[in-house]
């Protein structure tokens, strides 16, 4: 499929949606929040994917809504504020139902809407120069669906600080690192594709089956109790008990050898 404000490349086993409107920020658009949808589908439904790694374009890597295009096209804000309201938002691989493992590389500035990809990324890469605000207290709009799922992941004090301080501070990488928002500052940003790349490559090397399996039940884990979400990961474990990859990982590892996961088995 050809896209207008994004580009989705393959390299290897590893996918690449890159949001490709520099010019303003990669801020979405109605093209985009319509082409987000398609592409991470597209994505997730390509067995020779095995992981996808999110970017930007240019200065930044997402700056949220595009809201003076949208206030233009005021059907597609309608569309919009319909998901908002409803909570069926369509922009990120969680939103989506993608259990292939994400990696957000963020290479700039993240702002506002932005800052869903990172929340719900599975492993956050920055820039050395990446910087993070949430400016929507200081336009009049309330902070919710991208600190409410940040704060599941990482300390409630920043997060708020965040959310509360708005446009008038920004989080630079290291901070973003010391808070556990990311797990890996590149620098110099010049390679940050390169070692994004060169994690999901690795990522890539183990079972699909069960990287996915495995997403499902850490992701299940922050939405139940701890009771609930152990017998939910339970279900996850037992559910590949039987799949050819449980056989072949062993065997490989005993033969010395790189593992040939069957790529026609999903759970």
């Known amino acids: 499929m050809t896209y207008t404000t994004l580009l989705v490349e393959r390299r290897g086993p590893v996918g690449w949606l890159i949001f490709n409107r520099p010019d303003i920020g990669n801020a979405m658009d109605a093209a985009m929040l319509a082409e987000l949808e398609l592409a991470w589908r597209e994505l997730d439904a390509d067995p020779d994917v095995r992981v996808i790694v999110n970017t930007g374009e240019g200065d930044a890597f997402q700056t949220g809504l595009d809201v003076a295009q949208l206030s233009r096209d005021k059907e597609a804000l309608r569309e919009q504020s319909r998901r908002t309201r409803r909570a069926e938002l369509k922009l990120t691989a969680w939103h989506n139902g993608v259990w292939k493992p994400?990696?957000?590389a963020v290479n700039g500035v993240?702002?506002?809407?932005?800052?869903h990809f990172v929340a719900d990324a599975d492993i956050v890469v920055v820039?050395?120069?990446?910087?993070?605000?949430?400016?929507?207290?200081?336009i009049g709009q309330v902070s919710a669906y991208e600190t409410i799922a940040l704060a599941r992941k990482v300390p409630m004090e920043s997060i708020s600080r965040m959310a509360l301080v708005g446009r008038y501070e920004r989080m630079d990488a290291a901070r973003a690192y010391a808070l556990g928002i990311t797990s890996q500052v590149v620098d110099p940003p010049e390679q940050l594709r390169h070692e994004a790349q060169a994690l999901a490559e690795t990522i890539a090397r183990n079972s699909p089956a069960a990287l996915r399996a495995t997403k499902r039940a850490l992701w299940?884990?922050?939405?139940?109790?701890?009771?609930?979400?152990?017998?939910?990961?339970?279900?996850?474990?037992v559910g590949m008990w039987g799949h050819p990859d449980q056989e072949e990982g062993p065997r490989a590892?005993?033969?010395?050898?790189d593992p040939v996961w069957?790529?026609?088995h999903n759970t």
């Open 127 to 138: 820039a050395s120069n990446a910087t993070f605000v949430d400016p929507h207290v200081s």
């Open 253 to 257: 590892f005993a033969e010395k050898r």
């Open 220 to 237: 299940g884990a922050l939405e139940l109790g701890l009771e609930d979400a152990c017998r939910a990961g339970a279900r996850e474990l």
């Open 102 to 104: 994400v990696i957000a």
């Open 262 to 264: 069957d790529s026609g």
């Open 110 to 115: 993240c702002a506002g809407g932005g800052l």
